[in-house]
């Protein structure tokens, strides 16, 4: 059985969808992720999910029954869903483990295994107070987890967190999902959070699921260019360098362009697009090129730091790929 089944759920707001017709299944374990651009409907479906919000159409199951809305009951919330918000609250005043104590059947031993989880256990005998933003978030995570639930929902877990403390809620998400079994859908728009994290991404726009699938088909194979630019870069390649690419042979579908992810370039000396460097970006691990084809600018993502405005490059593909915007 299914753990979550959403069958065309949708939401108004003043006459306006927020969430419109939506549907998908979420299987024990599965990691999904919701990716769109701010207004998308991601965190309205995350609440009627988590039964705090109402739907105005549709129907949602959690392990085959109905998730009760607030109109289905006088404290909103469904049993076995957590849901951690971005506004989430921690008592001032309190210690951790008082916070912690409260609501709590597991076993010390369990207790102590999910503070090593959440890495908090060296944060019980503080204040809340004397937390940092990122300890507060997975101090408020612990909270939720001490009921055992069977899905977790994160809405936007890594927004307003700096590098140490990203690095840290990713790998507490990855083990709540592996060492815990616990089944997660997460709210995000940051691509480098997704790709690696989720099972399944569902991409909304306008309230819409646009496309749903497997990381490397949405990275690699977006429906549209919105879809394209939320997990990072790309180049629509016009025939005439998609010809040099390829093949003069190369059958170009009407009205589209071949995308190419800047890394999917490789320079090297061989036949392909001859282009001049514009632009040169230090990116941190790696480098982009802005180049000018001729015809149109190309970006490439390369390791090597050998190139300098005015070099003339040869490009080529790293892989065979022909899909088109």
Excluded at 38 to 61: F, N, R, Y
Excluded at 106 to 125: F, G, K, M, P, S
Excluded at 173 to 186: K, Q, W
Aim: hydrophobic share 40%.
């Amino acid at each position: 059985m299914a753990l979550l089944q959403v069958s065309g759920v949708s939401k108004k707001e003043k006459e306006i969808f927020t969430v419109k017709d939506i549907s998908f299944t979420q299987q024990p374990f599965q990691k999904i992720a919701i990716a769109g651009e701010t207004g998308s409907g991601k965190t309205t479906l995350l609440k009627m999910i988590a039964g705090l919000v109402q739907p105005d159409a549709g129907e949602l199951l959690f392990e085959g029954k109905k998730v009760r809305g607030p109109n289905d009951q006088l404290i909103p919330g469904q049993a076995g869903i957590a849901f951690l918000s971005q506004d989430f609250e921690l008592r001032n005043n309190y210690h951790v483990h008082e916070i912690l104590s409260y609501a709590n059947l597991l076993t010390q031993e369990e207790a102590d295994r999910l503070y090593r989880i959440c890495r908090i256990d060296h944060l019980l005998n503080r204040r809340t107070d004397q937390l940092s933003g990122g300890e507060k978030q997975r101090i408020a995570l612990t909270r939720l987890l001490i009921g055992s639930p069977r899905l977790l929902l994160l809405d936007e877990p890594f927004s307003n967190l700096d590098e140490m403390h990203r690095h840290i809620i990713q790998s507490v998400t990855n083990d709540i999902n592996a060492r815990l079994g616990i089944s997660c859908i997460m709210v995000s728009h940051d691509a480098p959070d997704i790709l690696p994290w989720a099972d399944t991404i569902l991409v909304l726009k306008d309230g819409r699921l646009l496309q749903s699938g497997r990381p490397e088909e949405i990275y690699r194979q977006p429906v549209d260019e919105y879809c394209a630019a939320l997990f990072g870069s790309y180049n629509l390649l016009n025939h005439t360098d998609a010809r040099l690419l390829f093949s003069p042979a190369i059958i170009q579908p009407a009205g589209k362009k071949l995308m190419v992810r800047p890394e999917q370039l490789v320079i090297n000396e061989q036949k392909g697009i001859t282009a001049i460097v514009r632009h040169v970006f230090f990116m941190g691990s790696y480098y982009t090129l802005e180049a000018d084809t001729g015809s149109q600018l190309i970006k490439i993502r390369t390791g090597k730091n050998v190139f300098k405005e005015g070099d003339s490059i040869t490009l080529s593909l790293n892989m065979e790929i022909n899909w088109w915007l």
